[in-house]
């Protein structure tokens, strides 16, 4: 079951930052955070991860609050391609364990 | 979507019918998977394989098998599709690599009338 839990819908405009949040109350210590998009049915897409610390790569920023409870994914200057859905996934890394998608967030980015 | 391949694109069965998704790799990573994605709603694991010869059962399994006797290659098979089955279907391979992330296929949409 998913562990995570995330607003349906966000509007973003264009050139402006995304934060996008996702809550993870009962996440364990062994369980990173793992960010996907999904661009009009295509396969979905890889972001970035992180356990407790900040992460940053050429995509985007994920901050994950001091409890772990939950994080923002943050994409710094939207742009219309980066209109998809985004799902927020918890899992315990190096295990095989399958990655839970739920519905995630629907992003728009208005021009 | 690197490295990732999945035949056909698109596929209509009546009930009944029997078919194989094929699903390739040329990342030589062990771990595969197939998904299925019902409208509006996010993906669900059908089954999975850590290695050649190894599956085992993801979160909706039935009415599909699997197996694995080549790292590359990872069929589907819907022994008797039913409407139920409509759904786009993909293939991820998992990389335990530092990032230990899946890399997905581009899909198979299959219509079950």
């Known amino acids: 079951d998913a562990k995570t839990t995330q607003p349906t819908s966000m509007d973003c405009a264009e050139g402006r930052a995304a934060n996008l949040p996702c809550n993870h109350s009962?996440?364990?210590?062994?369980?990173?955070v793992y960010w996907y998009r999904q661009i009009h049915s295509q396969g979905p897409q890889y972001i970035i991860h992180?356990?407790?610390n900040n992460e940053t790569n050429e995509m985007a920023s994920l901050i994950i609050t001091e409890d772990r409870k939950s994080s923002t994914l943050i994409l710094p200057h939207a742009t219309l391609r980066d209109t998809a859905v985004y799902y927020c996934?918890?899992?315990?890394?190096?295990?095989?364990?399958?990655?839970?998608f739920g519905t995630g967030t629907s992003l728009t980015v208005i021009p | 979507n690197a490295g990732v391949t999945q035949t056909p694109k698109f596929q209509v069965l009546k009930t009944g019918q029997s078919m194989t998704l094929q699903c390739a790799q040329d990342m030589n990573h062990e771990y595969m998977s197939w998904y299925r994605q019902d409208p509006g709603m996010g993906l669900r694991l059908i089954h999975y394989?850590?290695?050649?010869?190894?599956?085992d059962q993801g979160e909706v399994p039935n009415g599909y098998n699997v197996s694995r006797s080549t790292t590359e290659d990872f069929p589907l098979r819907l022994l008797s599709a039913a409407p139920s089955q409509t759904s786009v279907y993909f293939c991820a391979v998992q990389s335990f690599d530092t990032t230990d992330t899946q890399y997905f296929g581009p899909g198979t949409r299959l219509t079950v009338l």
């Open positions: 394989s850590v290695g050649a010869g190894i599956t």
């Open positions: 996934i918890v899992r315990v890394v190096w295990t095989g364990n399958q990655f839970y």
């Open positions: 992180g356990l407790k």
């Open positions: 009962t996440i364990s210590g062994n369980e990173y």
